[in-house]
């Protein structure tokens, strides 16, 4: 539709030819949609004003889909694949009038297929591409109803034999690991897993029952708990999945497996390890689709994004991006390592373990266990005349050593560290034994980040702040101003959960000529802080107040990803 819509957009008056063919060229380049790359323009506010400009034109009504809850009897008159590919939900019928939501009205094929499926005239409105994939997301099931399944283990007598209290011989476990009813249950709740956005599912075992939890946008929560006899065939599955021992119950083990759902590649990373009630397991999920790569979707600060775009556009230096567990550093690290991915730069990486896979960068996966450490893997790289490397964590005094040096030698390095703010990085540094004048002249810059939960934009509700709440947050009082907080009151859109999705805080802080002198003469961390914030440098609180002020993240968020 791209061509189309920007055709019927230069006739309005509302782009330039110029304009357009720059987005459309874009959106050729990239694969992105044609309207994001609009918005990202600043050419229109927002992909819904397009969408209703666009029914204007065509004289077609359009629809918020989060303002109506539909009928799944009546979605599933359109198939998924259908609904899926085309981007197309069936929304209500009419006696033989099927009332469906479009992201490409002009799509005569999908029109006259759903038709022809149907046996109903079509009437299509429109709405935006992304809301589309959530309501299909949302009202269809790829796997069936887990609870449906359960029923189907429990009637067959087969998978009896996990009961045994010495535990199932192996030939008892491959025969039960083939049964199509416990095939089903695992397949599904991997595919409800990936639907429902989760980055990892578990299975724990307890004394009479199984208990499975998928952790969406960092959380864990709870599904419906599976009988506790069938525990040992439900992990030998997954471990024939991920090409496991399954008669190896005592010691923890770990592989991968690849499989192919809605029509895309996810890659699950599994781990079993033993407990006194069976093994546990957990699957991470990477999915290539939930990895954000666009540094600014991210949910960097303007000042901020143009400040990290300056550090890692540096011929050589070291870039250091900090925080705890799962607060987004690789996502970081691999979206400024594709920004600069070009054909004339050699870009090197040695990651534990390597999540996704990038053409044009050399990975290489780090095991400890036969030597290949980060450090000796760093000192490899500099033999394979890199450009950029990219160290996944700086662990210890040599691996620091080495970054330092290979950033002062016309290499520019990218690497992590565990340190709660951007400041305390410096300290941890010179901690390892790096000298202070070699930490000042290679470091470029240090980010700090957070991730934090956002507000369910379907639910979301304006809320009022008492004088203790506002003087709690401790933040300059400019910042104050117009201070305003928002809450989700829970719906089904986002599980009754208020939240839905996930956003960055940063704290950037580039090494400038003050602070490079701070470093030299061996100041303190909180001085170091003080001249950051001299200079502009916007702290974890500040930017968490500063999307709480925007509708962004709730009040208990801020304080519970952020320190004042």
């Known amino acids: 539709m791209s061509v189309e819509l920007s055709s019927i957009l230069v006739q309005a008056g509302k782009l330039t030819q110029e304009q357009a063919e720059q987005a459309l060229t874009q959106a050729r380049q990239t694969n992105e949609k044609f309207e994001s790359i609009l918005v990202k323009m600043g050419v229109v506010g927002s992909e819904d004003e397009v969408g209703n400009f666009i029914g204007k034109q065509l004289k077609i009504g359009t629809l918020r889909l989060t303002d109506i809850e539909l009928n799944p009897e009546i979605v599933k008159l359109i198939p998924l694949d259908i609904a899926r590919k085309f981007k197309v939900i069936a929304i209500s019928k009419l006696n033989k009038t099927l009332l469906v939501a479009i992201s490409d009205p002009n799509n005569i094929y999908v029109l006259d297929a759903i038709k022809f499926i149907t046996g109903c005239t079509v009437q299509p409105v429109i709405s935006p591409e992304e809301a589309i994939s959530k309501a299909i997301d949302q009202y269809y099931s790829d796997g069936g109803d887990l609870s449906e399944l359960v029923k189907g283990l429990d009637a067959d007598a087969d998978l009896e034999l996990v009961e045994q209290e010495e535990g199932p011989s192996e030939s008892d476990l491959l025969s039960a690991v083939q049964d199509k009813p416990l095939v089903k249950l695992v397949d599904s709740i991997v595919t409800d897993a990936i639907r429902m956005g989760a980055s990892d599912i578990h299975f724990e075992m307890y004394e009479k029952k199984i208990r499975v939890r998928y952790r969406i946008d960092g959380d864990l929560q709870e599904m419906a708990p599976l009988p506790f006899k069938y525990r040992a065939a439900i992990v030998s599955r997954i471990k024939i999945m991920a090409d496991l021992d399954i008669s190896e119950r005592r010691l923890p083990q770990d592989g991968r497996i690849k499989i192919k759902t809605a029509g895309r590649q996810v890659d699950l990373r599994v781990s079993c390890l033993p407990t006194i009630f069976g093994e546990k397991v957990v699957m991470r999920i990477l999915d290539p689709e939930a990895l954000k790569l666009d540094m600014t979707k991210l949910g960097f600060r303007e000042q901020d994004l143009a400040r990290f775009n300056e550090k890692i556009n540096s011929p050589f230096g070291i870039i250091l991006v900090t925080g705890p567990t799962g ?238």
Do not use: W
């Open 327 to 564: 607060s987004g550093k690789t996502t970081t690290l691999y979206s400024a390592l594709q920004r600069l991915n070009t054909i004339d730069v050699n870009i090197m990486t040695a990651e534990d373990p390597v999540e996704f896979n990038f053409e044009g960068i050399n990975q290489v996966a780090v095991r400890a266990e036969i030597g290949l450490n980060f450090a000796a893997a760093l000192r490899s790289f500099l033999r394979q005349d890199p450009d950029i490397v990219m160290v996944g964590e700086i662990r210890d005094t040599e691996t620091a050593e080495i970054a330092i040096k290979a950033a002062l030698t016309g290499h520019l390095v990218f690497s992590t560290l565990h340190t709660n703010d951007a400041p305390s990085s410096i300290t941890r540094l010179i901690d390892m034994g790096t000298p202070h004048y070699l930490v000042a002249s290679a470091t470029k810059l240090i980010l700090a980040q957070r991730m934090a939960r956002k507000i369910c934009s379907n639910c979301k509700e304006e809320i009022n702040l008492t004088p203790q709440q506002v003087e709690s947050l401790r933040v300059p009082q400019e910042l104050l101003r117009n201070i305003r907080a928002f809450r989700g009151r829970g719906c089904k859109a986002c599980n009754n959960t208020g939240k839905s999705g996930r956003t960055g805080l940063y704290e950037c802080m580039p090494i400038t000529p003050r602070i490079e002198r701070a470093i030299l003469d061996q100041k303190p961390d909180t001085d170091i802080r003080e001249i950051a914030l001299e200079e502009g440098m916007f702290t974890l609180r500040m930017a968490a107040v500063e999307k709480m002020k925007q509708g962004q993240v709730s009040l208990e968020e801020v304080f519970a990803v952020t320190t004042g």
